[in-house]
């Protein structure tokens, strides 16, 4: 099983400011089967970025992701105050599917 | 425009068997893999297991031995049983889409339905 470790757990940023949140695999993963959602209390997940570094449909492209092998990076330039919430990693490269624990995007 | 909704019992006590549906329209039910995926309280996303109309599923190993997984393309419906649950199976629950097929080229859970909490008590 594929172990996704992700970090820092929570990020204390203002508006405006540039998040950086890191997802790290316990062994390589192929670089299509890597994707980013965002999760706001009481909502389920929205897919953010697919294939490591493609955009979802509609996402605002503040969204970045890159990365290869066993770390991969969700950047956000320039925090909304919609951006505050819970993001996580997920992988498909084998069974099963995993997502990594989340990074919390906080207000500072 | 692709929407999902779980329906089903919130309540369910211990060593029974909970049951969830998951609504499809907007979406050919036979082009894509449909998916359950729980969250317990406080706590992070797990992958149950997919199934596509085929019949083709695959489970997570956790929970393999307590899950079954059936779709109803007459009705575009998919569902989830998991036997035998505890209280450790308390969670929100729900049914999302394998963006892969129908033309489309992603390979992630693109569409989700809204969540429908179960308790085990």
């Known amino acids: 099983e594929v172990v996704l470790t992700q970090s820092p757990g929570t990020l204390s940023l203002s508006p405006g400011e540039r998040a950086t949140l890191s997802c790290r695999a316990s062994q390589s993963v192929d670089n299509t089967h890597l994707a980013w959602y965002q999760q706001k209390p009481g909502q389920a997940p929205r897919l953010l970025i697919y294939g490591a570094s493609s955009r979802a449909t509609g996402i605002p492209d503040r969204f970045s992701g890159s990365g290869s092998g066993t770390d991969f990076t969700l950047s956000i330039s320039g925090l909304e105050p919609e951006d505050f919430a819970v993001y996580y990693c997920q992988h498909y490269n084998n069974s099963p599917l995993t997502f990594g624990g989340g990074t919390k995007v906080e207000f500072k | 425009q692709v929407q999902l909704q779980e329906s089903g019992p919130g309540l369910v006590k211990p060593s029974e068997t909970l049951s969830l549906t998951c609504s499809v329209s907007?979406?050919?039910?036979?082009?894509?893999?449909w998916n359950w995926i729980r969250q317990p309280p406080g706590k992070g996303l797990e992958w149950i297991g997919f199934i596509h109309y085929s019949g083709n599923t695959m489970r997570n190993p956790s929970l393999a031995s307590r899950v079954t997984m059936s779709v109803d393309t007459s009705k575009y419906q998919f569902s989830l049983k998991v036997h035998s649950v505890m209280a450790a199976d308390t969670a929100v629950y729900y049914c999302a889409r394998w963006g892969s097929g129908g033309g489309h080229n992603v390979n992630a859970f693109d569409m989700w339905g809204q969540g429908t909490t179960v308790t085990v008590s």
């Open positions: 907007g979406a050919s039910i036979t082009d894509y893999y």
